[in-house]
């Protein structure tokens, strides 16, 4: 199990040499102003399928776009950070391609798996990450975390969650769990590269999660995916699975007065949403209130052409609110 422990709000904590070339890469892309914000996989592969889009021209296309690119089109600090990382794999005709992305997000750069995010170990970053931030940022507007509030995201991925939450709310740290070393590790530089001191804990459950949690927050995924993707693969209820068994570990974990922010998809079929029904009854059960509402009504159409969604009308983007009894 891989760990970081903070040594205090906003703290430092021990990290690999390699891990620290990569909050370098950080710091120089902030230094030359790199923005970059992630589409969705079926919009990126449409840009960079256009004509002349075949090597990189920009360090967007090498970093965002994950475009092949010629060795002295980058600067050489920056290709020496990638490097010293082990972020480079050569891609042909003396080309090398970055095996790390980076994207904006709220003043905040995040590193994440290149395109095209096929393995089944890949650190995802997209659409959903700038709306999970949405989600996260508008209730801490609309009821404030408690003062050094335990937060803890469940599933962080990239760390998004964890960061936003605990900038937003003054807390300075966060916990960070995931069943993807990978995503811990990435989320853990992500958290320092913004000031946030994030003790990650791997596994699939937060028996490791010590004290009661004021503030849980959780971006599960939400589509059947075949090849099991870690980032993507919803399970069953056709896709609502691992939101619902995510939300019934958190609820149980909550302070008085705790709250889980969840943020993820549901299946509507004959007009009914079965998430819904689900999370209102552990809610019941946990002396929780539910808040639920749809972000989105109509998303990942394609998806209603597979075998697995032949009985669904449409997948819903969601935000339930699970507030556990003072």
């Known amino acids: 199990m891989r760990r970081e422990g903070p040594a205090g709000l906003g703290g430092r904590f021990a ?10 890469l950080i710091d120089a892309l902030r230094e030359r102003s790199y923005c970059f914000v992630t ?18 021209r920009s360090l967007a296309d090498v970093l965002g776009w994950s475009l092949p690119f010629a060795p002295q089109l980058l600067e050489p600090e920056l290709l020496a950070l990638l490097d010293l990382a ?13 095996r790390v992305r980076a994207s904006s997000l709220m003043d905040e750069l995040y590193l994440h798996s290149a395109y095209p995010t096929d393995g089944r170990d890949a650190v995802f970053f997209g659409p959903d990450s700038y709306r999970f931030a949405a989600l996260i940022e508008a209730e801490l507007a609309s009821q404030p975390a408690r003062p ?8 962080t991925g990239a760390g998004v969650g964890g960061v936003v939450a605990a900038k937003l709310s003054g807390a300075g740290a966060a916990t960070g769990t995931d069943v993807n070393p990978l995503a811990l590790r990435l989320a853990a530089i992500n958290a320092r590269a913004a000031g946030v001191a994030l003790q ?19 971006n599960p995924p939400y589509i059947v995916d075949e ?7 919803g399970g069953g209820m056709h896709g609502g699975e691992v939101a619902l068994a995510m939300a019934r570990a958190a609820i149980e974990r909550l302070a008085p007065g705790g709250r889980l922010i969840l943020y993820t998809g ?44 032949r009985d669904v009308d449409r997948i819903a983007l969601v935000a339930a609110i699970l507030t556990k009894a003072p």
């Not at 589409?39 to 990189?56: C, F, I, Y």
């Open 148 to 155: 050094h509030a335990h937060i803890v995201d469940i599933g």
């Open 39 to 56: 589409p969705t996989p079926a919009s990126h592969a449409r840009v960079v399928a256009r004509p002349g889009r075949e090597t990189a």
């Open 227 to 233: 090849t099991k993707r870690r980032y993507r693969d």
């Open 15 to 24: 990290i690999d040499p390699e891990d620290g070339v990569l909050l370098q």
């Open 86 to 98: 082990g972020m480079l794999e050569p891609a042909g005709d003396g080309r090398l391609r970055s």
């Open 200 to 218: 990650t804990v791997l596994g699939d459950d937060l028996a490791s999660v010590g004290r009661p949690i004021d503030l849980a927050l959780a």
């Open 266 to 309: 549901s299946a509507i079929v004959a007009c009914e949403d079965a998430l819904r029904t689900a999370l209102g009854e552990a809610a019941q059960r946990c002396s929780c209130t539910l808040r639920y509402r749809e972000i989105d009504p109509d998303v990942f159409g394609e998806e209603l052409e597979r075998l697995a969604y």
